[in-house]
């Protein structure tokens, strides 16, 4: 059982940034970050391969979002900037335990283990 926690959200103004992190517990391959606004679905924003080489983003983020990670930390970051107030939501992360192919990142059911979320609000 491998347990995710997220950290680094806050209140931003718009136009602002911030870096969330995620700390796995155990080994962990493909992960991901998804999010949820209130009242709406949990989306997909972004998913990395293990080795990172492989990134796929939501079109709505394309270009203010980066996802990184670095193995030895055991840690996943989603990097955002140019946040627009309708980012705000609870930003979870996403972890499983096998590679997953790119295609299916975006599918929560492609991941096993979650985290708690961290709330993201961007104020205009």
């Known amino acids: 059982q491998v347990q995710l926690v997220e950290s680094g959200g806050g209140l931003v103004q718009a136009g602002g940034s911030l870096r969330l992190s995620c700390a796995a517990s155990g080994r962990t391959y493909t992960m991901g970050w998804f999010c949820q606004a209130p009242g709406k679905e949990r989306e997909f924003v972004a998913g990395?391969?293990?080795?990172?080489?492989?990134?796929r983003y939501a079109d709505s983020v394309k270009g203010r979002f980066t996802i990184s990670r670095d193995n030895a930390k055991k840690t996943v970051y989603l990097q955002m900037n140019s946040l627009k107030p309708e980012d705000t939501a609870v930003y979870y992360c996403?972890?499983?335990?096998?590679?997953?192919?790119?295609?299916?990142?975006?599918?929560?059911?492609?991941?096993?283990?979650w985290g708690q979320g961290t709330q993201v609000t961007v104020s205009s």
């Open positions: 996403a972890a499983s335990e096998v590679q997953r192919p790119v295609g299916t990142y975006s599918y929560a059911r492609s991941y096993d283990y």
């Open positions: 990395i391969s293990w080795s990172g080489s492989t990134t």
